[in-house]
């Protein structure tokens, strides 16, 4: 993988958010996430005091405790030159969503316009800010990638991660009908209107098995769980995983939902 830098002096420094997911289900994904930020030359720091990015909280409108939930994550992580997720849905959190909780303060509008400034999804941030164009990986198999919400709509995450994984010897593409459509998790939404979210994963899994992939990848875990349950309660034998596993050359672990 390239570009890299030798000098340890000049590496810029990276705070990886793991996300709660990634940290209670999926801990390879954040190691994975790791060695890709790594091999652009930066050096990967993880706070031991980051929680969870406030969404929860926020979807569901309780704006004090996002708020209070926000403020310890950038104190956490201003210090970095970068902040790097590998979901972009906490992602979008970080960046879109904390500077209106900060509006009219004086004392940290400031500071969160820069933090949320230096905060990227993960691909994005290989790609776009680190021109990661090569991975050192092989995964003989035939996938598909689903578009994350918050990742497509307000980072713009769209090519970034097909462009990735065209560079991975022996897996094949193939288009996901669909694929800006809704997994049907939306957080808390899955668990409110549970009938109308059922509806919108059967869809979708309906289009994953259109497309002919053995292999479903995506950049959000919660998506990604909430997909493999549907798929292994069908009784299908679809395998998930999050995009960093595959780029990374880490997919020794069991599919996400399953077992081999």
Same mark, same amino acid.
């Given at each position: 993988m390239s570009p890299s830098i030798d000098d340890e002096t000049e590496k810029p420094r990276v705070g990886l958010f793991v996300t709660c997911l990634v940290d209670l289900f999926r801990p390879v994904v954040g190691l994975a996430a790791a060695k890709l930020i790594e091999a652009t030359g930066c050096t990967v720091e993880i706070p031991r005091t980051q929680t969870c990015c406030g969404q929860p909280a926020h979807n569901a409108g309780d704006r004090k405790d996002a708020r209070a939930i926000a403020e310890t994550t950038i104190e956490a992580f201003e210090e970095f030159d970068y902040v790097v997720a590998p979901s972009g849905s906490c992602a979008g959190m970080l960046k879109k969503h904390y500077p209106p909780l900060f509006k009219g303060d004086p004392d940290w509008e400031g500071r969160v316009a #820069? =933090?949320?400034?230096?905060?990227?999804? %993960?691909?994005? =941030?290989?790609?776009? &800010?680190?021109?990661?164009?090569?991975?050192?990986?092989?995964?003989?198999?035939?996938? *598909?990638?689903?578009?994350?919400?918050? $990742?497509? /709509?307000?980072?713009?995450? /769209?090519?970034?991660?097909? #462009? @990735? %994984?065209?560079?991975?010897? $022996?897996?094949?593409?193939?288009?996901?009908?669909?694929?800006?459509?809704?997994?049907?998790?939306?957080?808390? =939404?899955?668990?409110?209107?549970?009938?109308?979210?059922? +509806?919108?994963?059967?869809?979708? *899994?309906?289009? &994953? $098995?259109?497309?002919?992939?053995? %292999?479903?990848?995506?950049?959000? @875990?919660?998506?990604? !769980?909430?997909? +493999?349950?549907? %798929?292994?309660?069908?009784?299908? #034998? &679809?395998? *998930? /995983?999050?995009? +960093?596993?595959?780029?990374?050359? !880490? *997919?020794?672990?069991?599919? &996400? $939902?399953?077992?081999?």
């Amino acid at each position: 993988m390239s570009p890299s830098i030798d000098d340890e002096t000049e590496k810029p420094r990276v705070g990886l958010f793991v996300t709660c997911l990634v940290d209670l289900f999926r801990p390879v994904v954040g190691l994975a996430a790791a060695k890709l930020i790594e091999a652009t030359g930066c050096t990967v720091e993880i706070p031991r005091t980051q929680t969870c990015c406030g969404q929860p909280a926020h979807n569901a409108g309780d704006r004090k405790d996002a708020r209070a939930i926000a403020e310890t994550t950038i104190e956490a992580f201003e210090e970095f030159d970068y902040v790097v997720a590998p979901s972009g849905s906490c992602a979008g959190m970080l960046k879109k969503h904390y500077p209106p909780l900060f509006k009219g303060d004086p004392d940290w509008e400031g500071r969160v316009a #820069a =933090f949320s400034a230096k905060v990227h999804e %993960l691909v994005s =941030f290989l790609s776009d &800010i680190r021109g990661l164009s090569a991975v050192d990986a092989r995964l003989e198999a035939i996938a *598909t990638y689903h578009d994350s919400c918050a $990742g497509l /709509r307000e980072l713009g995450i /769209r090519g970034q991660p097909r #462009a @990735l %994984l065209g560079k991975v010897q $022996g897996l094949r593409l193939r288009d996901l009908p669909e694929a800006d459509v809704c997994c049907g998790l939306g957080g808390a =939404f899955c668990a409110r209107p549970s009938g109308v979210s059922n +509806a919108i994963a059967a869809r979708k *899994t309906e289009a &994953i $098995g259109a497309s002919g992939a053995d %292999l479903l990848l995506a950049g959000d @875990l919660g998506c990604l !769980m909430n997909m +493999a349950g549907r %798929l292994k309660r069908q009784g299908s #034998a &679809i395998e *998930t /995983r999050h995009v +960093a596993e595959v780029l990374a050359g !880490m *997919t020794g672990e069991p599919p &996400i $939902g399953g077992s081999r």
